[in-house]
C-alpha cells in the first residue's frame, strides 16, 4: 500500500534539471518505496541496486568503474551512504552524459554524505530531504503549493474527508504511535517492538559507523535523556552531567544525533544573524514517536496526562511544520523568540521579511492571556505577519486582529 508523498512532485522537477538526485533522510521514512514508486511510471525501465547487499556492495567498494558499468542509468542506487568512495568515480559518468535524472541516489547518513556529496558532485546534483509522513500525508490531504503559515492556513486539512478530528487522546495516539509510515500499513507492528528494533538498528549501524562509541550503553543513556530534554533549551553540561559524560562528548554525541537526522536544533530569533548560531537552541525530536518510546510514554493516556505533554505537543507541531517546508523542497525558516524577561514564543517564521509568530499550547478554551509572547515581541518592534495558537481548538476562531486560534490538524 503506496501513501502520496508530498515530495514526489518537487523529486520529478530536480530529476530534469539535474543528472543526480539524491533523497537524504532517517531510516525507515520510504525513500526507497518513494523511488520505486515513481520509476514505475518511466519508459525506460528504471533498474534498481542497493549498496546493503553483499554483492552490489562489494562491487562499488572493489570496482566502482564496473559497478556503474554493470548498473547503467536509469538506476536507483540505495544505501549509497555505505560506499561513499562510489560518488567521486560517478562524477566522470556524469560529465559525460548529457541526460538529466540518469542517478537516483538513496542515504541516510547527513553530514558524511553531504560531504562526499560536495567534494565530487557539486553543481550536478539536486538533494532532497525526507521525514516520516505528515498528519496532512497521511490522511492524504491534496498537497498545497506553499508550505503552512498562519496566514495561508488551509480549511482543505481540516475539511478534508476521512480527516480525523484530532481531540486530545487522537492527537496523543499520533504522538505517541510516531511517523513512520509502516505505522499506516494494515500490518503495522506493535509500536514498542518496531522502535526497540529500530534503536538497536541505529545504534549497531549508523552510530559505529559514524563515530567509534565503546561504551553503547552510556549512548542509549543518553539517547533517553536527550529525549526528556525535548522543547527545552538545550544545556550540554547538564546532558554531559546526568549522562556522566565529557561536555565535550556530550556535544560530538548531539552532532550524531543530527547527523543521523533523529533530532533537530532549533535557534534563537536575533536580527544579528551571528548570534542566532552561537545562543543556545531547544532541542527536539524529528519523530515524537521515537522520543515518547524513550521516555517510556506507552500510551496516548499516559502521555497526555504526563509531565512531557506539553513538551510533546510542541515537538509534534515542530516536527510537522518542518515536514511541511522540506516535503515541498524548501528549508523551513523557523526559530523560536526569548526575551531576557522569559517571554517566549515557541516558533517564528520568517519570510517576506516578516515574522509569523506560533504559539502552543495544551489547551482548548484559548484566550488573549495566551498571547503575551506575541505581544512581547511586537512591543519588541519585529514586523509581524499573521499570527496563530496552534492548539486543542476544534475549529479555526480569531483571538484577536493579528491572531487566530487554528486546530492542530490545520498543518499541511
Known amino acids: 500500500m503506496y501513501t502520496t508523498r508530498y515530495l514526489e512532485r518537487h523529486l520529478l ?19 526507497t518505496t518513494l523511488l520505486r514508486h ?3 511510471a518511466e519508459e525506460p525501465a528504471r533498474r534498481y541496486v542497493s549498496l546493503d547487499e553483499l554483492g552490489p556492495g562489494e562491487m562499488a567498494r572493489q570496482d566502482p568503474d564496473l559497478f556503474l558499468q554493470r548498473y547503467p542509468p536509469p538506476v536507483i542506487i540505495d544505501e549509497v551512504q555505505l560506499v561513499p568512495e562510489l560518488l567521486a568515480r560517478l562524477k566522470p559518468v556524469v560529465d559525460r552524459r548529457t541526460e538529466m535524472g540518469g542517478y537516483w541516489l538513496s542515504g541516510s547518513q547527513h553530514f558524511p554524505l553531504m560531504r562526499g556529496v560536495s567534494e565530487s558532485l557539486a553543481g550536478r546534483v539536486g538533494i532532497v530531504e525526507m521525514l516520516g509522513l505528515s498528519q496532512a500525508e497521511e490522511y492524504r490531504v491534496a498537497r498545497s503549493s506553499e508550505p503552512f503559515r498562519p496566514d495561508r492556513a ?6 478534508a474527508p476521512g480527516y480525523p478530528r484530532l481531540d486530545l487522546l487522537g492527537l496523543f495516539e499520533r ?6 509510515p ?3 500499513h494494515p500490518d503495522a507492528p506493535p509500536v514498542n517492538a518496531f522502535y526497540g528494533s529500530y534503536l538497536q538498528t541505529y545504534v549497531e549501524r549508523d552510530v559505529r559507523a559514524l563515530l567509534n562509541i565503546v561504551d553503547l550503553a552510556a549512548f542509549r543513556r543518553f539517547l533517553r535523556l536527550a529525549a526528556a530534554r525535548v522543547g527545552q533549551l538545550l544545556s ?8 556522566g559524560i565529557a561536555v565535550s562528548t556530550a556535544r560530538e554525541w548531539l552532532h550524531l544525533l543530527e547527523a543521523t537526522y533523529q533530532i533537530y536544533l532549533l535557534r534563537p530569533y536575533y536580527r544579528n544573524l551571528n548570534k542566532r548560531q552561537i545562543k543556545t537552541p531547544k532541542l527536539y525530536f524529528r519523530d515524537t514517536g521515537l522520543a515518547c518510546y524513550l521516555t517510556g510514554w506507552k500510551t496516548a493516556e499516559t502521555a497526555a496526562s504526563g509531565a512531557m505533554a506539553g513538551h510533546l505537543l510542541e515537538c509534534y507541531v515542530v516536527s510537522e511544520l518542518l515536514k511541511s517546508y522540506q516535503h515541498r523542497g524548501a528549508e523551513a525558516p523557523i526559530w523560536f523568540y526569548r526575551t531576557k524577561e522569559k517571554h517566549e514564543v515557541d516558533v517564528v517564521i520568517e519570510e517576506d521579511g516578516r515574522l509569523f509568530p506560533i504559539e502552543i499550547k495544551l489547551i482548548a478554551s484559548p484566550s488573549r492571556r495566551d498571547l503575551r509572547g506575541i505581544e512581547a515581541l511586537k512591543r519588541a518592534g519585529a514586523e509581524l505577519g499573521h499570527g496563530a495558537l496552534m492548539c486543542l481548538v476544534d475549529q479555526p476562531f480569531a ?3 493579528e ?4 486546530p492542530v490538524r490545520s498543518l499541511a
Do not use: M, W, Y
Open 236 to 243: 550540554f553540561s547538564d546532558l554531559a552531567r546526568d549522562t
Open 13 to 31: 522537477e530536480l530529476s530534469r534539471s539535474f543528472p543526480v538526485v539524491l533523497l537524504t533522510g532517517p531510516r525507515q521514512v520510504g525513500k
Open 182 to 184: 509502516r505505522f499506516v
Open 175 to 180: 504522538i505517541v504511535r510516531g511517523s513512520f
Open 399 to 401: 483571538l484577536s486582529r
Open 403 to 406: 491572531v487566530e486560534a487554528l
Open 154 to 159: 488551509l480549511t482543505a486539512a481540516i475539511e
Open 38 to 40: 515513481l520509476a514505475e
